[in-house]
């Protein structure tokens, strides 16, 4: 697969992309990328109904923590690192889907999906088009699919706000690569669950998203609470979590935790091969 190249070549419409940018920035107050410091990462959703009897975390506290599920120093390939969970009995009031819905729950780690240089692709797709708006809080989204991007305390629609002047932002081969790994995510889930790939389908949201230290202005910035994809939006049945950057190295904190009934599970995020799925898949 051809790699994205490291920078797009200003078209015709630089200048005024140039000034919605400067507008961006303005309504963002201050929650620009930083560096070393943000977590980016991209939640693609598989459409089937199971579903996860854990609650999700982003923690930073040591003490919550009870056990290391994947450590960023571990490489999990090429087969998933798979923890079953029972299935939870609230599951039984959603629909089912024959030859999607599994007979078994579980969370699987792996670093197996994407190359390093396809993360690195990645980022710099999911930095180019948060550049052009960003939240006035900590967290920042990019919804391909829908066009939804965060601006300020609320969201835009990219296709609509800038146009055709979108052309000079995303390239052919980004939404190429962004599709191929979406198709190779909703393979894995499929194999490691025993589904049928083609009787899965891509609910929403999809997007790319951005977490950093700034203050939190709306509740759309409290990423950090408890929560199940399941209760929140019925549709889901299986999430992915890909992630861009490094715990450690990249930011600190942001890492995801599992919440059970007898302790804290933490996967440490690792850019361009942890993937982690629950019937959930981590990917770094």
Not at 94 to 117: F, H, I, L, M, W
Not at 185 to 196: C, H, K, N, P, S
Request: hydrophobic letters at 35%; aromatic letters at 12%.
């Amino acid at each position: 697969m051809a790699l994205l190249r490291l920078r797009n070549p200003k078209g015709p419409n630089a200048a005024e992309i140039e000034r919605k940018i400067k507008r961006g920035n303005a309504l963002r107050q201050g929650s620009s990328w930083r560096g070393s410091r943000g977590l980016l990462a991209l939640l693609l959703v598989a459409l089937c109904a199971c579903g996860v009897a854990a609650w999700l975390y982003f923690a930073c506290l040591d003490s919550d923590i009870t056990e290391t599920l994947a450590g960023r120093r571990e490489m999990i390939s090429p087969q998933p690192r798979v923890y079953s969970v029972q299935c939870s009995e609230d599951y039984e009031n959603y629909k089912r889907y024959p030859g999607c819905t599994p007979q078994k729950c579980g969370r699987a780690v792996t670093d197996g999906v994407v190359t390093s240089e396809e993360a690195q692709a990645l980022r710099r797709l999911a930095e180019r088009g948060l550049a052009l708006a960003g939240s006035e809080g900590g967290a920042s989204i990019l919804d391909l699919h829908s066009g939804a991007l965060s601006m300020g305390k609320q969201f835009v629609n990219i296709y609509r706000y800038f146009g055709e002047q979108i052309t000079d932002v995303f390239t052919e081969e980004d939404f190429k690569l962004y599709r191929d790994v979406r198709g190779r995510i909703q393979a894995v889930i499929a194999e490691t669950f025993g589904l049928d790939p083609t009787l899965m389908y891509l609910t929403k949201p999809t997007f790319f998203s951005r977490i950093n230290s700034t203050t939190a202005k709306t509740q759309h910035d409290e990423y950090w609470h408890p929560h199940i994809d399941k209760e929140t939006y019925g549709s889901f049945d299986y999430t992915s979590l890909l992630y861009l950057s490094d715990y450690g190295s990249d930011f600190t904190g942001g890492r995801f935790v599992f919440m059970d009934q007898n302790g804290n599970r933490t996967v440490e995020p690792r850019a361009g091969t942890r993937s982690a799925g629950f019937n959930l898949f981590i990917f770094d």
